[in-house]
């Protein structure tokens, strides 16, 4: 609701259909401004001794996120298209197919490196002097006409050769990859992002959170199993041991 609210579903999706995020953003947005504001006030009352009131908004928050087309489209311009996994002003900048079925996406940014993509990963240093393309507003303009020409040459090529191409130009690239392959992403590892946690089904594989500092490690504690903690909880809420038996034996809890 938040997401349709801020204008994002207006510019999320296909040109057939609006999409949502796949994760609760709007939540996810709220959560981080508020530990935000918390270490601000936390900093705030060390360096002032005065605290603060913090206010945080999910619609506040993502319309915070909706900055760039929300100037874009600033007086009557009119708001990105919705395109897809492509972005909307520039191009190619999105998932191309490669010749054996796997998506890549591709960021060209700059004519700088259009000359290099059309050069070194196309083969056809011809195609950055095409008057219809020499220009990222006539390649985003001309992208119907563009976008065979780059399917046919792509088509040519396996995804990991043109990767390697990409990389070799020194292109942004990315694979276009399955929450499988996110678990077993080398840079994870490489990382050391994963750990592991206590739960009541055995041991299970969990996300250390970023930031990641050298001055502690993340309190990654167990899941605890239904009903374990509550004692504890009651105890520190001043319950004393006899009136958390009677609750009990009561079927309180």
Known sequence: LIQAEAGLLSIT???GEMAKAGISIADIAGGMYAYSGVLNALLLRERTGKGS????????????????????????????????????????????????????????????????FCDQVLQAPELERDPRFDSNAKRSSNRQQLAPILHLRLAQLSSAEVIAL??????????????????????????????????PAGTLPALLPPPRTDAFMPAMGGIPALGEHTDAVLAWL???????????????V
């Open 13 to 15: 999706g296909s040109d």
């Open 53 to 116: 009131n913090i206010e945080v908004s999910l619609l506040d928050c993502l319309a915070e996120w909706m900055g760039y087309p929300l100037y874009y489209a600033s007086d009557g311009a009119a708001q990105p298209a919705r395109t897809g996994a492509t972005h909307a002003t520039i191009y190619p900048y999105g998932p191309f197919p490669a010749g054996d079925g796997k998506i890549v996406m591709i960021a060209i940014q700059n004519e700088r490196e259009w000359a290099l």
């Open 166 to 199: 990409l990389d070799a130009a020194s292109i942004a690239n990315a694979c276009v990859n399955t929450l499988d392959g996110l678990r077993g992403h080398a840079q994870l590892r490489a990382r050391e992002c994963w750990t592991e946690i206590a739960s």
């Open 238 to 252: 001043g319950y004393g041991a006899a009136e958390i038996a009677a609750l009990r034996t009561g079927g309180l």
